[in-house]
């Protein structure tokens, strides 16, 4: 078995695309070493290798589907026998937009795997690892869809619901640690044209409230490493899904996001 590197890192999940790639690029501006996992086939072990030349600091990548229980474990058993780790960024996550009634059970169990129980279970086995550490950290990746339930997403925002709850829980849990948990709840991001196209046919809404990716990794690591527990973002998105009454806003909501169903 390989001798665990005395060298401190960075878990970012997703770290392949979008607020992931993001994130793994602003830490090794930072100097952090990395361990970047996402899906088979996303040319994450390339991102590892450029950022390893480009910043001078130590990379390394693992490719995993998070559907998996022993996927999780395995990958989990991997990180905690190599790798020392005072950051753990949970990026990875799925969600769509589809008539409930056109889903499949796979399509809804999916999503319940990646965004709760892998969020769930990558923390519970890695804690232990980051508890060791003078000072550690836990960014979890919730979404402003968590405060506003909304018809055609249904399961996405119950799952990042999750997801916020438990960042909170688990803070308060370790108050007295030298584990720090964050939580951020951003909106719709510029990742792809794809989605950035998906977005833009929501309306003016979707367009104002559309983020840049490495603008909000940016400041959610600042953040992060000041200790802030809940990371706000976008304040147009925060004041629809907070302040507004739910039977205004879930109706609001659902009528821009069917808007996507239009989509060619």
Known sequence: MQEKSE?????????????GRAFAKNLASRGINLVLVSLPGQNVGELAHDLNRTYNVRTDSYE?????????????????EKFSIFILINNAGTGGTRRFT????????????????????????????????????ILNVSSIAAFSPVGYKTVYPASKSFVHSFSLGL???????KVS?????PGAMKTNDEITARIEKQGYI????????????????????NGKTVILLNPLSWFISIVLPTRIKVSMMTKIIKRELTLG
């Open 181 to 185: 948990v964050s939580v951020i709840n």
């Open 64 to 80: 995993t589907d998070f559907k998996s229980d022993q996927n999780i474990k395995a990958l989990c058993n991997w990180l905690n």
């Open 206 to 225: 979707g367009k104002l409230t559309l983020l840049d990716p490495y603008k909000v990794a940016r400041f959610s690591l600042n953040k992060m490493f």
């Open 102 to 137: 056109d889903v499949t059970a796979n399509y809804i169990n999916t999503i319940i795997q990646v965004n709760v129980k892998a969020t769930s279970l990558l923390t519970h086995r890695l804690l232990p690892n980051l508890k060791q550490q003078k000072q550690a950290y």
């Open 7 to 19: 060298h401190k890192f960075a878990v970012i999940t997703g770290a392949s695309q979008g607020l």
């Open 171 to 177: 803070s308060e849990e370790l108050k007295d640690s």
